[in-house]
Each structure stands twice: as C-alpha cells, then as structure tokens.
C-alpha cells in the first residue's frame, strides 16, 4: 500500500502550476504507480479562465471547496460547481473552466494515467500517454 500526504507531495516535485498561472496541480497518482489512472489536487485560480479539451483522457472532477464554471463548447451549457459536485468529461468534452471568486479547490482522476510532465498543447489537451 502507498499513502501519500497532500503538503508534502507538494514540496517533493509533484506541485505542477499552469504555464498561463490560472491553476496548479499536485500529481499524488500517477502512471508510475501502475494502477490504470492517475490522481491529483487542483486549485483553479480566481477569476482564471482554462480551455481544455482531453482529446485522449477521460476526467472527473470533484469539487471539494469554492465555486467554479464548466461551459460545454458544443453545445454552449454553463454548469455552476460547487462543493460535492462532481463532472465527467466522459465524451472528450471541450470546455471552458472558470474559477470564480474564491476559486476552486478539486479532486481529478484521470484515465490513463497523467505521467505527471503533461502541459496543456494549443487545443486543450495532452499528449496521450504513448507520445
Ligand atoms: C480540472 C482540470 O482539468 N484542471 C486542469 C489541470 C488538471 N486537473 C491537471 O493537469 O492536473
């Protein structure tokens, strides 16, 4: 069994922050630890707005504190996330993610498995894991 502490994961390399500032991610999983998906802690930032679209992961999020914004691209719907919402990106969705004034504090599992160097291309995504 592996157990991992949040603070200290975040000084020991696994603290990855967005190159545009608008979120950090504390990779606490990842695909090194070869058990099919990776999980992480992320602050989105207040006021920050992030496209992304995962063209070769599927991701859930759950909000653990703060509030943010998800608006699906195809079809133009604006989810308000609070805490204990959870969303799926189960179809590859494109979409925009908006901290609101607090920001956000989420869980994200990831399948497949982050490697933990990814950084978000031009449309949103990241490389798929074999790239
Ligand atoms: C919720 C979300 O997708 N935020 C962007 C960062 C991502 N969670 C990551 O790479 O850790």
Redesign the pocket.
């Known amino acids: 069994m592996i157990v991992r502490n949040l603070e200290e994961c975040r000084k020991s390399g696994r603290l990855?922050t967005a190159e545009n500032g608008n979120?950090d991610?504390t990779?606490m999983v990842l695909a090194d630890d070869n058990v099919g998906f990776s999980f992480?802690i992320?602050r989105?930032f207040p006021g920050t707005e992030?496209h992304?679209q995962y063209k070769h992961h599927f991701?859930a999020?759950f909000c653990i504190e703060g509030e943010g914004e998800v608006e699906t691209l195809a079809d133009g719907k604006v989810y308000t996330i609070r805490p204990g919402d959870m969303y799926l990106l189960n179809e590859h969705d494109e979409h925009l993610?908006r901290g609101k004034e607090k920001g956000m504090t989420?869980a994200?599992v990831f399948n497949p498995a982050?490697t933990g160097k990814?950084v978000h291309r031009e449309d949103g995504s990241y490389a798929p894991a074999d790239e």
Do not use: F
């Open positions: 990855v979120w991610s990779r992480n992320t989105i992030t992304i991701e999020v993610l989420v994200c982050l990814e």
